[in-house]
């Protein structure tokens, strides 16, 4: 690993552990980011328990933080169509904010319809991808990477599932 030496990449704090935890109050972006740059982080990486708040992305941006990404590790394939459409929503908030802040990079969940195999899953996940997440990532100049996961309704959990969904159907996806 010669071609390494010296290489040293930039590490980011994933807020979510610092705001979901059970018994412990949420700190708000501004706190995280503050800790993170003291504790030697090169930034963060907001999950979906953070508040949208633009001036709060200022703040941490302020105080030296990175926004490397955002995150949303929901099931958007949900088989309730009420929780189905709040993490659709989600998504797309999410998606036009990070257009909007700047933020290069949104990791999502691909989702998952409950019962069904994950190859059977494929038309619609890529339905939901090419029709709303990537025209959303195309105009705000994000990169879009899926999460691999197999615990959020998933189906990008496997290289098999991986080739199918990124060499065949999105190519413009990533891990």
């Known amino acids: 690993m010669a071609h390494f030496a010296g290489f040293r990449p930039p590490i980011a704090f994933h807020t979510n552990i610092l705001t979901i935890f059970p018994g412990f109050q949420p700190w708000s972006l501004p ?10 982080f090169a930034g963060l990486e907001v999950g979906p328990a953070v508040p949208l708040k633009a001036a709060d992305f200022a703040e941490a941006r302020r105080i030296g933080a990175t926004i490397f990404s955002l995150t949303y590790g929901r099931n958007v394939l949900a088989a309730d169509p009420d929780e189905r459409a709040i993490h659709q929503r989600n998504v797309v908030e999410r998606l036009r904010f990070a257009g909007g802040e ?3 990079l949104v990791v999502l969940a691909t989702g998952r319809i409950p019962g069904k195999s994950l190859r059977a899953n ?3 996940v890529v339905e939901w991808f090419a029709e709303t997440v990537l025209p959303l990532a195309r105009a705000g100049n994000i990169t ?10 998933n189906i990008a ?3 098999a ?7 065949k159907a999105l190519p413009e996806l990533m891990l």
């Open 161 to 167: 599932m991986w080739h199918e969904l990124f060499d």
């Open 157 to 159: 959990t496997s290289p």
């Open 144 to 153: 879009v990477a899926v999460e691999n996961c197999p615990a959020v309704g």
């Open 102 to 104: 700047g933020i290069p």
């Open 122 to 124: 494929l038309p619609d």
């Open 31 to 40: 706190k995280l980011a503050r800790w993170a740059v003291e504790n030697g």
